[in-house]
């Protein structure tokens, strides 16, 4: 963590073993709902997808439902990439996502991780840290 203001900062180390990252995509009820994991999400869902035409585009769709809401999810036929997906209560929209761009397996920027030129900075035990 970085004060630019001060010029000071704190450098942490988590040492759990699990470095997992979720990103939901809609409401809690959906748990596995996540971004980069949509169609597997589906797919341990069991459910049946439905070829279906939007405008010019051959899509696929997916839908599963837990009580009034329900979740659909449009992949691109050919290459089952997600192409939007929306959260439905009793058939009314709530929310929609687009995806514009989807790039899976990317390897990571560590470059975005090095520390700051001209930052003071102080190691920090996470096991003895209380977070204020």
């Known amino acids: 963590m970085v004060n630019l203001t001060s010029k000071t900062g704190q450098h942490l180390v988590d040492s759990a073993e699990n ?16 971004f980069g994991s949509e169609l597997k999400y589906m797919t341990e869902a069991k459910v049946v ?5 939007v405008g010019d585009r051959d899509l696929r769709q997916y839908e599963h439902s ?13 290459t089952e990439i997600p192409h ?12 929609m996502v ?4 989807y790039k899976a397996n990317i390897e990571p920027d560590f470059t975005l991780f090095e520390k700051t030129a001209g930052i003071v900075y102080v190691e920090v035990d996470v096991q003895t840290t209380t977070p204020k």
């Open 49 to 53: 997808p439905t070829d279906v035409r």
């Open 98 to 101: 687009r995806y514009l761009k």
């Open 66 to 78: 837990i009580g009034q809401m329900q979740i659909r999810l449009l992949t691109i036929r050919d």
């Open 84 to 95: 939007a997906a929306g959260l439905f209560k009793d058939g009314r929209l709530l929310q």
């Open 19 to 34: 470095f997992d990252v979720y990103a939901p995509v809609f409401d809690a009820a959906f748990k596995g709902f996540n």
